[in-house]
């Protein structure tokens, strides 16, 4: 194959619309959420900043959203094998097999898959992970727990909130 030819990227403007992005349904029907290239901008330099995301590092992208994040982030996004409308019914393997395989650095899970995932873990680590982000329902205290007992050194695990529109609004670690 020849190497793809470079290409110019169209112009944009921050009011233009970049995406239409369906919020979880966690408070009713999924609602679809206007994205601008400005908004995904500012939630670009602010995930970078808050979570100390650096160049280079590789994701696990259970979310979608936090998949078209990824580039933007300079992060290589690792799409796992499951079905995303229903994270609490993922495998655990397929979550701790790409995490262990691709050093994945950076972990978005919602509280029902980081439950699956923790119980199954069996003493199972994760010494890549530098950080876990969980959203989208309330996590209990048991969920991590589990986590955090899989991570090692200074790895965390944060919490944040926020509407699609706004993300993350806050968050606690």
């Known amino acids: 194959l020849a190497p793809a030819a470079p290409f110019s990227a ?3 403007r921050a009011g233009d619309t970049a995406a239409i992005l369906f919020t979880s349904g966690s408070t009713g029907a999924p609602k679809g959420a206007v994205y601008t290239h400005g908004n995904f901008a500012a939630q670009v330099d602010l995930l970078r900043e808050r979570f ?3 160049p280079g590092e590789v994701d696990l992208a259970t979310f979608p959203l936090f998949g078209l994040f990824d580039p ?5 996004a ?3 094998d499951m ?17 262990l395989e ?7 899970g919602s509280p029902a898959l980081l439950d699956r995932v923790s119980r199954a873990a069996g003493g ?3 010494p890549s992970v530098k950080r876990v982000l969980s959203a989208g329902a309330p996590v209990s205290p048991a969920i991590l727990g589990r986590m955090q007992a899989m991570l090692t050194g200074d790895a965390r695990i944060h ?15």
């Open 10 to 12: 169209a112009e944009t």
């Open 52 to 54: 100390h995301i650096e």
């Open 72 to 76: 933007a982030l300079q992060m290589t």
């Open 78 to 80: 690792v799409i796992p």
């Open 83 to 99: 079905d995303f409308t229903r994270p609490g019914s993922v495998e655990p393997r397929n979550i701790i097999g790409p995490v």
């Open 102 to 108: 691709y050093g994945v650095t950076n972990l978005f």
């Open 124 to 126: 199972t680590r994760l």
């Open 159 to 173: 919490t944040p909130y926020g509407a699609t529109e706004a993300l993350p609004v806050c968050a606690i670690a």
